[in-house]
């Protein structure tokens, strides 16, 4: 019989008092297509970890606190941005260009990744002309 990943996984973060951190209701809204959309153990709403021969709904669904450990640890990490906005462990910066919320890769970063590959580009651009212009003929 094989073992249940799920029991592998670390415990679920509290807060100081103890208590479970919680989602706005857009955050919550932002999960759940997180759920729909990434590997959770879902399907059709019901969850596959939970699952001993009755059909379970995703615990994760339907509460507004961060309950379930495969969501925690296999599925919001590919989302950044909204693990840092729930935990607040991550320091969150505004784009300088678009003005999006994103988490930076290093103290230095001004854009998100969307829009730093245009601002890069625009710049290098520049430079290579203004390099171009200043040479004699």
Not at 4 to 33: C, F, H, I, V, W
Not at 46 to 73: E, H, M, T, Y
Not at 111 to 132: D, F, I, L, N, W
Request: net charge positive.
């Amino acid at each position: 019989m094989r073992e249940n990943p799920y029991k592998r996984l670390p415990p679920l973060e509290r807060r100081p008092d103890g208590s479970l951190y919680r989602m706005t209701p857009a955050q919550r809204k932002r999960a759940n297509a997180l759920i729909r959309r990434e590997c959770c153990c879902c399907e059709d709403g019901n969850c596959i970890a939970l699952d001993d021969g009755d059909a379970c709904a995703c615990p994760q669904k339907i509460s507004c606190s961060v309950c379930c450990k495969w969501f925690r640890w296999a599925v919001l990490p590919l989302d950044g941005t909204l693990e840092a906005e729930i935990f607040r462990d991550k320091d969150l910066k505004r784009c300088a260009v678009c003005g999006g919320v994103f988490v930076p890769k290093s103290n230095r970063a001004k854009y998100c990744p969307g829009c730093a590959a245009r601002v890069h580009r625009r710049q290098k651009t520049e430079s290579e002309r203004k390099r171009r212009s200043s040479v004699d003929s």
